[in-house]
């Protein structure tokens, strides 16, 4: 007996490696730790080796075999350290991973942004999930833990590892053009609550996360994909709303920040100078002042702006002086490593330095469990991502944001019986919304404007409609970027703010922003804020006006003086 016992602790012993790299919660710990796997991988990589494991290089699976060859090529030449992916379908982008991953000497960091899920790239083929500005409606956190935990699983199933995820901007500013709907919204409280329940949700299920965009890109006017950014702020004003949900994020463990690129005065002086590339911004507030001992991960390093200023590889070398782990998406990787090895030799930087972040990305795909990579399995993978419980978990997020201004008694009072017309504004067909009401409405018309119907149509539909004691009218956003605006005829604004005179009952599956861009709404006979141009939140509507469901939404943010953060009844 004694034994067999023994010989049962020896087994346990020896696996428990592996145990503990799979399934520990805490990530910080674990990099931080010295491990034999990692030590191992380590000592058998180039000095060259090593550097190519702080870059991850774009692929897509929808633009042909050509180009995925030529990553292949790159990640088999270079020996990078990760892949980041971009739109395609899930059963290409398995097959790719599985052949990147096979082609790697180091397993890879696979990452995708999916602040929405895989259908942020994958949007044909797989469950989007509601737009972060939707989530910061939601009351019940633990439907969000609930979404982090389902992405998390469709994340692992396709091959994935680490999520670009979540979005923790504060958005105060209404006409910001690239966070804007992406943001849990303007209360920074807010936002922790709503970004530490996806985070939290993700990583118990096993993904690796990374809060963005450090110091804070919501309160900005510029979109750094094509321009660098000023953020001309006092250093009070940042630690105490930008930098709010970072600082609380790290606290409760997140693994890992994404920088943006800005231009901020108050955390480094230096002209033109993105705190992607600011090492006041990156070691000096982000790992010693805020203590974060995870992975630094840059945004994109072929955006205008970071590049503007710092071009030819200058920005990567930058980037890593400034005590970024992982660079996203160089220019040139093979260029950037060369220059980062001669910014070594002349004592820009030190193997030191260089080493320690390197082992500290190899412990993040020890504790991933890609020691141990198992290829994906492509049977049943678009089922499994498509499957019943994820669109019902879907489908409960959007109840739970519908939000209603006002216009509780009108609801109440809406009569099944009554001659009921049934408007749809900016689509050019028969939506999910008339549908569902019509079937619940004995009496009713359906009537379709475009968003560019000219003055004659609108005139036709507003004659019709004098005709009518109950007019339902929905405000759609069919674009894929939600504005803060609607693209809408002159002629068709018009007619909203005549029909918000009546007694009309409006709905907005739009961002809700756009609700500022007409005057006299607020007059309305009721209004109701869906978010967006979903299937499931025209659903979550109906279902409110059909007496199906109680809207418990608040406001994620200010719309206008009639409208303010956590207005719902």
Known sequence: MLRKA?????????ASPIVSAQSSSNFIDFINQEHTW?????NRLSKKDRIAQMFMVRAHTNLGDAYSDSVAKVIKKQKLGGVVLFQGGPVRHANLINRYQKLAKVPLLMALDGEWGLGMRLMDSTISFPYQMALGAVQ??????????EIAKNFKRIGLNVNFAPDVDVNNNPNNPVINYRSFGENKMNVVRKGGAYMKGMMDGGLMTTLKHFPGHGDTDVDSHYDLPSLNFTITRLDSLEMYPFKELIKQGAPGVMVAHMNIPALDTTAHLPSSLSKNVITGMLKERMGFKGLTFTDAMDMKGVVKYF????????????????LELSENSKRAIKKVRKAIRKKRLSWDDI??????ILAAKYWMGLNQRQAVITEHLYQDLNNDSAKQLNQQ??????????GDTLIKQLDLAEKTALVSIGVDSLTTF?????????????????????????SKVANELKNYKQVIVALHDTRLRPQSKLNYSQELNMLISELASHNVLFNVFANPYTIASFPGLEHAGGLVVAYQNDGTFQKAAAKLLSGQLKATGKLPVTINSFFKYGDGL
């Open 38 to 42: 990692v030590d191992s991988v380590f």
């Open 355 to 360: 080493n320690a972040r390197v082992k500290k």
């Open 140 to 149: 019940d956190e633990r439907l969000i833990y609930q979404m982090g935990q």
């Open 311 to 326: 071009p030819d590889g200058e920005a990567d070398v930058r980037a890593i002086i400034a005590g970024n782990d992982v």
């Open 434 to 458: 008339q549908q569902i009401l019509g079937g619940h409405f004995d009496n009713s018309l359906n009537f379709i404007l475009s968003g560019k119907a000219t003055g004659a149509e609108v």
């Open 6 to 14: 023994s010989l049962i602790l020896l087994i346990v012993l020896t």
């Open 397 to 406: 997020l959007a109840d739970a944001a519908i939000t209603l201004l006002k």
